[in-house]
């Protein structure tokens, strides 16, 4: 009898067993789909509020225009905004019922025209002329021209707007997102040569930009080398900025004078900021409180830099005066459709952005 029950209690845990492992394989399929679900929503937000800026970036500029022609009386007829504020309900209505983005997106809409009025007005004070046309510029982005609107005046001279949406204390400069990593980045902000470019990705065991690019941390270990080299930083590595010390006083004003060059592009235009989530009207960065020519070594560090999640390499790269972070380079992978794909962590851009 007791062998008998022991058979059947070894049985039962061998039964037990299976029935473990089967409910253990079904926990483990159940977590993947949950997982490839969250990642599919997550791609599929993305896609969705990518389109939903850039809608609210067009309608800032329009809304923007609007106002001026109001504020100035003129006769020119209003800017039409259908076609911004159809892409950005478009997009809020591709979100799930209940969503809260919704929410905030609806919310980012209403700050962004209740700023423009305030915008409208503090321009017209500040450029001192009789406004006579507005025009909407926003497509002629060639040889890093920022501007969105170009006021015309009877009493001086023309003067081009960039109009720029920030809920992040950052705005990009001209051209700052950009896959031209050689010569919109390490040629244009550090005067690294053609030569140089190739030397520098062959010492990192690249054939050419087209391999490194599989991947963007390869990338990101060109933009370290960059900055070390160009920089001539000191007690600094690859992986490790935190102690970083400038040795090459002169390549860093040249690198801040060319970051306020392209906040304001090539066609000089004059830059203002909402900010989505407040509604606030801001003019600059803190670049612009910056004396340039009174730095010394001392009064420059870097963000860390320092890489996270097993990763060899950090992905952003930062310049600090007196502490406070004045620009920041991040390398990024493709997003949006290429989520989950073989090709999602191939180098998408860099992306050069000012703090406020």
């Known amino acids: 009898m007791n062998y008998y029950g022991k058979a059947e209690k070894r049985h039962g845990e061998r039964g037990m067993g299976r029935w473990g492992e089967r409910a253990m394989c079904g926990l483990v399929l159940l977590f993947l789909s949950v997982l490839v679900f969250a990642q599919d929503a997550k791609k599929e937000f993305e896609i969705i509020e990518g389109h939903f800026h850039d809608g609210l970036g067009t309608h800032a500029e329009l809304v923007l225009a609007n106002a001026l022609i109001a504020q100035a009386k003129l006769l020119q007829p209003r800017f039409d905004l259908t076609r911004s504020y159809n892409k950005m309900t478009a997009a809020m209505a ?89 010569h919109k980045w390490a040629e244009r902000y550090f005067r690294v040569t053609a030569v140089e470019f190739t030397e520098i990705l062959a010492e990192l065991g690249f054939s050419s930009l087209g391999e490194a690019k599989e991947h963007y941390l390869n990338l ?14 000191r007690d600094c590595q690859p992986n490790d900025f935190r102690r970083a010390r400038v040795g090459n006083l002169d390549a860093a004003k040249y690198l801040l004078r060319q970051l306020r060059h392209y906040k304001h592009g090539n066609d000089g235009s004059r830059v203002i900021i909402f900010d989505r989530t407040t509604g606030a009207v801001k003019w600059d960065s803190l670049l612009d409180g910056i004396d340039i020519e009174a730095l010394t070594v001392e009064r420059l560090s870097f963000l860390p830099s320092h890489p996270r999640g097993g990763r060899v390499i950090g992905s952003e790269f930062g310049l600090k005066v007196d502490g406070q972070t004045i620009v920041s380079f991040q390398i990024k992978h493709k997003r949006g459709k290429a989520r989950g794909t073989a090709r999602q962590y191939e180098f998408s851009d860099i992306t050069t952005r000012l703090r406020l």
Do not use: C, M, W, Y
């Open 220 to 233: 990101a270990q060109l933009v370290a080398q960059v900055l070390i080299r160009k920089l001539e930083l």
């Open 94 to 182: 591709s979100l799930p019922e209940g969503h809260p983005s919704r929410t905030v997106f609806q919310t980012e809409i209403t700050n962004i025209e209740q700023a423009a009025p305030n915008g409208a007005r503090d321009i017209l004070q500040q450029a001192g002329g009789t406004l006579t046309k507005v025009h909407h510029t926003a497509r002629d982005f060639a040889d890093a021209r920022a501007g969105d609107l170009k006021l015309e005046f009877a009493d001086r001279p023309p003067l081009s707007l960039s109009v720029k949406t920030d809920k992040s204390k950052r705005v990009a400069v001209a051209e700052g997102q950009t896959p031209d990593i050689a």
